[in-house]
């Protein structure tokens, strides 16, 4: 039989069905659906904001059942061209039988674009500028026969606060006119990242290196180790969770196959709860004893330290390197200064996870930031040991930070472009030796663009506050180096953070003079 005479039925009433009737009504239906009226249209939402905290708001919200229904009805005018049902031609089945047998996979599809829907007009109703993904449970959302759909959810948002007055501020601001002999003793570190340890007879000295078998112990019970750790004897050893303070006399004295103790002191923010704040003992095995011999300063190190022609050359990079360390010094103090103003009577609380969340990006922004004013690998990693073990104060803070000059970057209507990121990553690049294009393509697989941005956005609004400043000179001094940092955890975790790490680790390539610390 042709197609043309052939009759279908309805499998649920087996009533005949003209096939001519049921294709115009596909038709129509989609004709209606490509009209897009319904797509335009606002959903009925009845939306219950309340706020449990400064950041935290807990949102209930209703769809009408007229919304539902609006839904359904568009997801079955999309299906019905294709619905392939048994018994039928595709496209050619009764509307009622395609809405019997499709009926729940056609809710997890409504059921979906609502929220959608739903998510971006309470964002657009309401203005909650969020800091975070909404916290929603999709599994615990449904989409009801009868009556309207109610969902809920947590979202983190931006605490509303009145701007503090940001013109007009003081602001301390470092100077220093650099000489031969700042530039010698940068040099002196420059040399010393391309020196090798060599075995010494004697007993350890401060600023002699110690190869060691390192445990960390809770009583008789081992936490952590490491095996051939390299260690510079200094006052104080930094590790990611904490620090021992009086390292440099702990070790005096010591030689090789001596095991010497000490109490390491775990900070208050360490990844394993259980230690917080407590005394734990670290066990150094001394296998050799090292010390630091500095290169010949010839021809093939110049070219390795970046092509240079003589030593001029080179003193001259040093100096230049030296110049920018202070800037990102006069930044630091300037945003320190003017951001504890600014914070003062900032007194609001952010939520515990907030916190843990945002210390991760806390920690790229300062690690990239560091990477941009080509610090070394030594004191970006102090750095880094310092912030985790004081990950909430410093976040809380920064948090903070970020709010008032995300809201003075709105009112100023400051914004960030594709060029003043890019004039960043130069910057990074620059400093690491690394080519543009692959600093960017680290950062991006770090996802730490959007870091990046923030650390720009922030660096311009400070920028503009210190032009409305009152500038006092004070004396630039040279921080002494008196902390050794190890990439170790004693507790036995890795840091919450690792993508921090990861990040300043891909944003870093080369061993020039950018490794000129600002330091003794």
């Given at each position: 039989m042709a197609d043309s005479d052939r009759h279908e039925t309805d499998e649920v009433t087996g009533d005949p069905i003209d096939a001519g009737e049921d294709q115009q009504g596909v038709v129509d239906q989609q004709g209606a659906t490509e009209e897009g009226g319904d797509e335009a249209q606002k959903l009925q939402l009845d939306v219950d904001i309340e706020s449990r905290s400064t950041c935290e708001r807990h949102i209930t919200a209703t769809v009408s059942r007229d919304d539902v229904e609006r839904y359904f009805d568009q997801e079955f005018s999309?299906?019905?061209?294709?619905?392939?049902?048994?018994?039928?031609?595709?496209?050619?089945?009764?509307?009622?039988?395609?809405?019997?047998?499709?009926?729940?996979?056609?809710?997890?599809?409504?059921?979906?674009?609502?929220?959608?829907?739903?998510?971006?007009?309470?964002?657009?109703?309401?203005?909650?500028?969020?800091?975070s993904e909404p916290d929603l449970d999709l599994d615990a959302v449904n989409v009801p026969d009868e009556g309207p759909m109610t969902f809920e959810f947590d979202l983190e948002v931006r605490p509303e606060f009145d701007l503090p007055q940001w013109k007009g501020l003081k602001v301390e601001k470092p100077t220093r006119e650099f000489t031969d002999e700042d530039v010698d003793r940068a040099m002196r570190n420059v040399l010393a990242n391309r020196g090798r340890l060599v075995p010494k007879d004697g007993p350890v000295e401060p600023g002699d290196y110690i190869t060691t078998n390192l445990k960390f112990k809770l009583g008789d019970r081992e936490l952590s180790s490491a095996e051939e750790e390299v260690i510079r004897v200094r006052p104080v050893?930094?590790?990611?969770?904490?620090?021992?303070?009086?390292?440099?006399?702990?070790?005096?004295?010591?030689?090789?196959?001596?095991?010497?103790t000490a109490e390491a002191e775990i900070s208050e923010d360490a990844p394993n709860a259980?230690?917080?704040?407590?005394?734990?003992?670290?066990?150094?095995?001394?296998?050799?004893?090292?010390?630091?011999?500095?290169?010949?300063?010839?021809?093939?190190?110049?070219?390795?330290?970046?092509g240079f022609d003589n030593e001029a050359d080179l003193r001259d990079a040093i100096l230049d390197q030296l110049n920018d360390q202070l800037r990102y010094e006069q930044r630091r103090r300037a945003r320190e200064q003017v951001t504890a103003a600014l914070t003062e009577s900032a007194n609001w609380d952010?939520?515990?996870?907030?916190?843990?969340?945002?210390?991760?990006?806390?920690?790229?922004?300062?690690?990239?930031?560091?990477?941009?004013?080509?610090?070394?690998?030594?004191?970006?990693?102090?750095?880094?040991?310092?912030?985790?073990?004081?990950s909430r104060a410093s976040t809380a803070r920064a948090m903070k930070e970020h709010f008032i000059l995300e809201r003075i970057a709105e009112e100023?209507?400051?914004?960030?472009?594709?060029?003043?990121?890019?004039?960043?990553?130069?910057?990074?690049?620059?400093?690491?030796?690394?080519?543009?294009?692959?600093?960017?393509?680290?950062?991006?697989?770090?996802?730490?663009?959007?870091?990046?941005?923030?650390?720009?956005?922030?660096?311009?609004?400070?920028?503009?506050?210190?032009?409305h400043a009152e500038f006092t000179e004070v004396p630039f001094r040279f921080e002494p180096t008196d902390v050794e940092a190890i990439d170790e955890a004693a507790g036995g975790h890795g840091s919450e953070i690792p993508e921090a790490q990861q990040a300043g680790d891909e944003a870093a390539a080369g061993g020039r003079p950018a490794e000129a610390p600002i330091r003794e």
């Open positions: 999309e299906l019905m061209p294709q619905a392939q049902v048994p018994g039928f031609r595709p496209g050619r089945a009764p509307r009622k039988l395609v809405e019997s047998r499709f009926r729940k996979d056609v809710a997890d599809r409504v059921k979906s674009h609502l929220l959608v829907d739903a998510l971006e007009q309470i964002h657009e109703d309401h203005d909650l500028s969020p800091i050893l930094s590790f990611r969770d904490g620090q021992i303070t009086g390292f440099d006399k702990i070790m005096a004295g010591a030689t090789s196959g001596e095991t010497r259980m230690l917080r704040g407590k005394q734990i003992t670290g066990e150094f095995e001394v296998l050799e004893v090292k010390r630091l011999e500095l290169p010949t300063l010839d021809e093939d190190l110049l070219e390795d330290l970046g952010l939520p515990p996870e907030t916190l843990r969340r945002q210390s991760q990006r806390e920690l790229q922004r300062a690690v990239l930031e560091l990477r941009s004013s080509g610090f070394s690998e030594e004191d970006i990693r102090r750095h880094e040991n310092e912030l985790r073990q004081n100023e209507e400051i914004e960030v472009d594709e060029s003043d990121l890019d004039a960043e990553i130069n910057r990074i690049a620059s400093q690491s030796g690394d080519s543009p294009r692959r600093v960017r393509a680290k950062l991006e697989k770090a996802n730490s663009m959007d870091v990046l941005r923030n650390q720009v956005i922030e660096r311009i609004v400070v920028d503009r506050i210190l032009e």
